[in-house]
């Protein structure tokens, strides 16, 4: 396994997997220069990051977990208003009245008590514990070039959704939101992880994906929100690229 940089991995056994509630779902422990970040793969386009005693929670979806059993989210950052990245009682569920709740404009404007981050935004949100140095969470662009609901209208528009850089430590997380292999990626420096959605006709085609780590260069990808699209032509895609670490997880 250790000569493998760019790694096929489906973790199914109990040891890869941390028990939320009456739900198992899938972990991988990232250390950072100021303690671990721990990823909790829920499923579509929800995510858990726990970090230095601070929990952030990335598009809440109550049909891929039980909320209600999850642990309360300190952040939770929303990146559309789609029904599938923006629901309302997943979001009830794991906030309190000191979570920080931020989403792109649309989306804020139907969350009560919202932060709107428009592209371009950035914003250092406190962590939970006292004298924390906080989460930096920069707002990036998101949007379709290729795909459309109808001629001359993409299913995500460009200006309205968004993707988000956190920083953990010495990490740079990229969670792309919906979107396709967009110019400002080009922009984006120091991604050390990085999740590329694959769920068509929405989003990326594998060659998209795979044509966006090239562009990023993560040292860990995370191929998300995928569907039914077959992950195993993005680790073909990038055999060559052995700086990159392609991990596969359930995140239909």
């Known amino acids: 396994m250790k000569a493998m940089n760019v790694a096929f991995l489906f973790l199914m056994t109990l040891s890869a997997g941390t028990a939320l509630g009456k739900e198992r779902h899938?972990?991988?422990?990232?250390?950072?220069?100021?303690?671990?970040?721990?990823?909790?793969?829920?499923?579509?386009?929800?995510?858990?990051?726990?970090?230095?005693?601070?929990?952030?929670?990335?598009?809440?979806?109550?049909?891929?977990?039980?909320?209600?059993?999850?642990?309360?989210?300190?952040?939770?950052?929303?990146?559309?208003?789609?029904?599938d990245h923006l629901d309302l009682e997943a979001i009830k569920a794991i906030r309190t009245d000191r979570t920080v709740v931020a989403a792109n404009p649309a989306a804020a404007e139907k969350i009560p008590g919202a932060v709107a981050m428009k592209n371009g935004d950035e914003k250092l949100f406190p962590g939970a514990r006292k004298n924390s140095p906080g989460i930096r969470v920069i707002a990036v662009p998101a949007y379709n070039l290729v795909h459309e609901r109808s001629p001359g209208v993409p299913f995500h528009p460009r200006g309205r959704g968004n993707g988000y850089v956190l920083t953990f430590?010495?990490?740079?997380?990229?969670?792309?939101?919906?979107?396709?292999?967009?110019?400002?990626?080009?922009?984006?420096?120091?991604?050390?992880?990085?999740?590329?959605?694959?769920?068509?006709?929405?989003?990326?085609?594998?060659?998209?994906a795979a044509d966006a780590a090239r562009t990023i260069r993560p040292k860990i990808l995370y191929p998300y929100h995928f569907g039914e699209t077959d992950t195993y032509r993005i680790v073909e895609l990038l055999r060559d690229r052995k700086e990159i670490e392609v991990r596969i997880r359930r995140m239909q």
């Open 26 to 83: 899938e972990t991988d422990v990232i250390p950072t220069g100021s303690g671990d970040l721990t990823i909790t793969f829920l499923g579509h386009g929800s995510l858990l990051l726990a970090f230095d005693g601070t929990t952030v929670a990335i598009d809440p979806y109550g049909k891929v977990a039980d909320h209600t059993t999850l642990p309360k989210a300190d952040i939770i950052l929303v990146t559309h208003e789609h029904g």
């Open 169 to 208: 430590g010495d990490k740079r997380v990229y969670v792309a939101g919906d979107t396709e292999n967009i110019p400002e990626m080009k922009t984006l420096a120091g991604v050390d992880i990085a999740f590329l959605p694959m769920n068509l006709p929405y989003t990326m085609t594998p060659g998209m």
